[in-house]
C-alpha cells in the first residue's frame, strides 16, 4: 500500500502561479512512476503530467505543455507540480496517483489515489 496526500491548491486569478506537492508513504520503494490528473465539475478525470521515479523522464498533457512543470524528491518521497500562466479552465481538483500499468497518459494504469487538492481560477 502506498499513501499519497496532496497540498498546495488554492484560490489564485488568472495568470497566477501555484505549486502543488504530492507526499508518498508506505510502500514507496515500489513507485516507479507518478502522475498528476485532474476533474473539474461535471468531467472525467484526466492527464495532466507524469514522471519517472527512475530517470525523472517527464510527460505532459498538451493543455499545461509549457505553463506546468512536474519535478520529485526521491529522498522526500515527494512529486511536485509547478503551475503558471493558470488559465480558468486549469481550475479543478487535482490528483496525485501512482502508477501502475504501462501507459503513462490512461487513469486506469494509475491507482492509489490520493484525496485531491483544489485549484481555483478567476478570471
Known amino acids: 500500500q502506498v499513501q499519497l496526500v496532496e497540498s498546495g491548491g488554492g484560490f489564485v486569478q488568472a495568470g497566477g502561479s501555484l505549486r502543488l506537492s504530492c507526499a508518498a508513504s508506505?510502500?514507496?520503494?515500489?513507485?516507479?512512476?507518478m502522475g498528476w490528473f485532474r476533474q473539474a465539475p461535471g468531467k472525467e478525470r484526466v492527464f495532466v503530467a507524469a514522471i519517472s521515479w527512475s530517470d525523472g523522464r517527464t510527460y505532459y498533457a498538451h493543455s499545461v505543455k509549457g505553463r506546468v512543470t512536474i519535478s520529485r524528491d526521491n529522498a522526500r518521497n515527494t512529486m511536485y507540480l509547478q503551475m503558471n500562466s493558470l488559465k480558468p479552465e486549469d481550475a479543478a481538483v487535482y490528483y496525485c496517483?501512482?502508477?501502475?500499468?504501462?501507459?503513462?497518459?490512461?487513469?486506469?494504469?494509475?491507482?492509489?489515489w490520493g484525496q485531491g487538492t483544489q485549484v481555483t481560477v478567476s478570471s
Open positions: 496517483a501512482v502508477k501502475r500499468g504501462g501507459n503513462w497518459y490512461r487513469v486506469r494504469d494509475y491507482d492509489y
Open positions: 508506505g510502500r514507496t520503494f515500489s513507485i516507479s512512476g
